[in-house]
């Protein structure tokens, strides 16, 4: 079975989020399953992965989008490094980039890549079993693939949605049906939602079947969902919940080249508190209280805004018993904050910017790790945390709540309800009071180093839906 994953993020080509991280680990993890071919389609960024590799053309041709006619190559990178085939798509002053998003033109740079990629396909004769299309940025492809003229040799080829975040869906207006492919016109429906293309809205209605990144956001976008919950409700039989699983061969704490200290479980205690130290020396922090740690984007549905408020009243409650450190980007006023917060109290450190060396580095010290997400359809660091040994303090939502059970449950770490800064400090309350029973926190660090996050089992459930 041959599978193409298009997506706009890979890792460790282009990182925004999380689903870099799963694209750059779901198809490896699939090519270890018996008479499987998992590949990768993602945008040419100027990133330091295409100049550190071996590229070659497989592919020269063009795309008309509306008048303008744009030149489409296709690279592959020559020794599957990743451990599949990785393909890049380069137009000129479209996909040839720095970054991902954040241009005024992303309609037409996710429609070009779209369009790119089935041409591309087409002009081969190359017939994949299944297109894997993740998040709205390849949310047409389902809508092509059975009705624009141009890619008829791919009519019939099955295709899968995968929706990694429903709060971000595409919409754009009607003015751009005239850079798509054409397509008799009467099908206008399926690219609609309220007056708009919406590429989510088209991707649920096309795809053969779509799936959430966790049993628990499937259930919230029957009732949360940014105006789309009457469309899952009707499309409900061809939906489907797979948690995200992590990538241990990159995630592991004994082989880890990120991190200064390595360890596993018969010496994480001892090894762990040295990463702390190290840690804890660089930013000017105290080693013997205990490290809490907040990694993300500055978000508001990562909580993000809750930080500055979290942070001052945490400390001044705590008598100023604890540490935070603060690893992120993203919102330019939280920032700011936290900048000016860093001057100001000796108990809390932050480094902006997007940093993957350093995030290694907290997960191996922390102690605990604050995740108090208004929306998180799946949610990886918490994982990451616990494979080395960090106690994941976690709003109830979404993948969270699948993933993270509180340990009065006897479960790996500390669940509070509503993410707003009292709850959450609350929670901070109950982990002082287990780091303070030194036998209950190691018996935590060890038990949640146990848990298996692997993507075998996802993998194996992906497939089993494509043979579906």
């Given at each position: 079975m041959t599978i193409f994953h298009l997506s706009t993020e890979c890792y460790p080509v282009?990182?925004?989020?999380?689903?870099?991280d799963v694209v750059g680990a779901l198809p490896k993890y699939q090519n270890k399953i018996k008479d499987?071919?998992?590949k990768v389609v993602m945008p040419w960024y100027n990133k330091h992965f295409v100049y550190d590799y071996d590229f070659e053309v497989v592919f020269d041709g063009f795309i008309h989008q509306g008048s303008n006619m744009l030149q489409v190559q296709?690279?592959?990178?020559?020794?599957?490094?990743l451990g599949f085939e990785l393909f890049m798509v380069k137009i000129?002053?479209?996909?040839?980039?720095?970054?991902?998003?954040?241009?005024?033109?992303?309609?037409?740079?996710?429609?070009?890549?779209?369009?790119?990629?089935?041409?591309?396909l087409s002009a081969m004769k190359i017939r994949p079993d299944v297109l894997h299309c993740h998040?709205?940025?390849?949310?047409?492809?389902?809508?092509?693939?059975?009705?624009?003229?141009?890619?008829?040799?791919?009519?019939?080829?099955?295709?899968?949605?995968?929706?990694?975040?429903?709060?971000?869906?595409?919409?754009?207006?009607?003015?751009m049906v005239s850079y798509m492919p054409a397509f008799d016109h009467y099908k206008w429906g399926l690219l609609d939602w309220n007056g708009f293309i919406n590429p989510l809205a088209c991707m649920i209605k096309c795809a053969d079947a779509f799936t959430t990144v966790s049993e628990g956001y499937l259930e919230e976008l029957f009732v949360s969902f940014r105006g789309l919950e009457s469309l899952v409700r009707e499309e409900f039989s061809k939906a489907y919940g797979i948690i995200?699983?992590?990538?241990?061969d990159v995630w592991n704490p004994q082989t880890d080249p990120m991190i200064d200290f390595n360890f596993n479980i018969k010496n994480a205690l001892k090894t762990k508190k040295k990463n702390k130290i190290k840690l804890c020396k660089e930013y000017g922090l105290n080693p013997e209280l205990p490290l809490f740690a907040f990694i993300g984007r500055f978000a508001t549905e990562k909580g993000a805004d809750l930080l500055p408020d979290l942070i001052w009243r945490s400390i001044k409650q705590s008598f100023g018993g604890l540490n935070i450190i603060v690893l992120g980007s993203g919102n330019a006023y939280i920032?700011?904050?936290?900048?000016?917060?860093?001057?100001?109290?000796?108990?809390?450190?932050?480094?902006?910017g997007y940093k993957e060396h350093l995030s290694h580095k907290i997960y191996a010290s922390a102690d605990f790790l604050l995740m108090p997400s208004r929306v998180e359809p799946c949610g990886l660091n918490q994982?990451?945390?616990?494979?080395?040994?960090?106690?994941?303090?976690?709003?109830?939502?979404?993948?969270?709540?699948?993933?993270?059970?509180?340990?009065?449950?006897?479960?790996?770490?500390?669940?509070?309800?509503?993410?707003?800064?009292?709850?959450?400090?609350?929670?901070?309350?109950?982990g002082l009071n287990v780091y303070k029973n030194k036998a209950q926190m190691d018996e935590l660090i060890l038990s949640n180093m146990k848990f298996d996050f692997a993507w075998e089992k996802s993998a194996e459930k992906y497939i089993a839906l494509y043979n579906q």
């Open positions: 282009a990182k925004v989020g999380g689903l870099a499987i071919n998992a296709v690279l592959k990178e020559a020794t599957d490094v000129p002053g479209l996909l040839d980039r720095e970054n991902p998003y954040g241009y005024q033109d992303e309609s037409f740079q996710f429609l070009a890549f779209q369009h790119g990629v089935l041409h591309w998040d709205y940025h390849t949310g047409l492809v389902p809508f092509m693939v059975e009705n624009c003229y141009e890619f008829e040799f791919l009519k019939g080829v099955k295709t899968i949605g995968t929706i990694h975040n429903g709060e971000y869906q595409g919409m754009m207006s009607w003015d995200n699983g992590i990538d241990t920032e700011q904050q936290l900048k000016e917060m860093d001057s100001v109290y000796s108990n809390f450190a932050t480094d902006i994982m990451y945390a616990m494979r080395y040994g960090t106690v994941p303090i976690v709003s109830y939502t979404g993948g969270l709540r699948d993933t993270v059970k509180d340990i009065t449950t006897g479960g790996s770490g500390l669940n509070f309800t509503y993410p707003g800064v009292d709850d959450i400090i609350h929670a901070i309350s109950r």
